[in-house]
């Protein structure tokens, strides 16, 4: 059974940044796509970044380009999201999932696993 743990959420004013880390118990964790969704306080949950198993592929929702950054360490079996120049916006709580394939981040529901959460609020 795949089991998923976020870590790195805080508090944290705009403009700054904060790394998420995303621990899995899977085997053959490099076979395996890797992404983060997030869900803000009365809105649905969104896509914000996606990795394929090898990390030679990657895919970013349009409202974090440029700003937030997915890798992953497969010796280490963890994934990241380094989010920077972040915005009240982002404030949400991010959730960590896995795949086979990095499009099925497209489709959430065919996704294996998914981590607890982890709470990041951005103040103005």
């Known amino acids: 059974q795949v089991q998923l743990v976020e870590s790195g959420g805080g508090l944290v004013q705009a403009g700054g940044s904060l790394r998420l880390s995303c621990a899995a118990s899977?085997?053959?964790?490099?076979?395996?796509?890797m992404g983060w969704f997030r869900q803000a306080p009365g809105k649905e949950r969104e896509f914000v970044a996606a990795?394929?198993?090898?990390?030679?592929?990657?895919n970013y929702a349009d409202s974090v380009v440029g700003r937030f950054t997915i890798s992953r360490d497969n010796a280490k079996n963890t994934a990241y999201l380094q989010m920077n120049s972040l915005k009240p916006e982002d404030t949400a709580v991010y959730y960590c999932?896995?795949?086979?394939?990095?499009?099925?981040?497209?489709?959430?529901?065919?996704?294996?696993?998914w981590g607890q959460g982890t709470l990041v609020t951005v103040s103005s």
């Open positions: 999932a896995t795949g086979l394939r990095i499009v099925l981040f497209t489709a959430p529901n065919a996704l294996d696993a």
């Open positions: 899977r085997r053959s964790f490099s076979s395996y796509a």
């Open positions: 990795i394929s198993g090898s990390g030679g592929n990657t």
